[in-house]
């Protein structure tokens, strides 16, 4: 198992195949991502990519905390869900934001991933909001800290 930096367009088979199924490829780029404050990250399993994540340094008016960034385009392929790896791309991504002194990581979750970013010690904060075509979802933040 590895975890790597990778381009945008690396990300877009998977959030293809995972966050916007069926759909236009088109749907699945992000505005944003070719930003140089913008990085991706990609877990391979032999050469394989099997999880992605994205973090975009975007504020949120709901937070004062300076520099924060958004996590963004989480996902681990259907057969691979499950086994620990999503939790290892969020701390991937946790990690790399540590190192630029971020104190907050915030994003927009799909309701069906709540419980998995409560386990990862993520918060809600606010109400549920539609986001059209994808479905309810909630902002979620953790404030974080270098040790
Ligand atoms: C959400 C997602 C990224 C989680 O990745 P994953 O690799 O399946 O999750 P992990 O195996 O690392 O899970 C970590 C922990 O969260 C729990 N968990 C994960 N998904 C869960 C769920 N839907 N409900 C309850 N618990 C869940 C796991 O059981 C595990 O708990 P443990 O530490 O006690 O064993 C992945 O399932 C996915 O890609 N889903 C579809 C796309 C999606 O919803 N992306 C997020 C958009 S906001």
Known sequence: MKIKKIEA???YPVRNEVLRK???IETCYFKGDENLDT???G???ENSLIGII???KERNPLFSEEPQFQIRGMAVLDNYQGKG???LLVKAAEDYCLDLNTELIWFNARESAIPFYKKLNYTIIGDSFEIPDVGI???MYKKIQKK
């Open 137 to 139: 979802h909630f902002v």
């Open 39 to 41: 990085s991706h990250f």
């Open 54 to 56: 994205s973090i975009f």
């Open 22 to 24: 069926g759909k236009p």
């Open 9 to 11: 367009k690396e990300t």
């Open 85 to 87: 790896y999503g939790a």
């Open 43 to 45: 877990l391979y399993l």
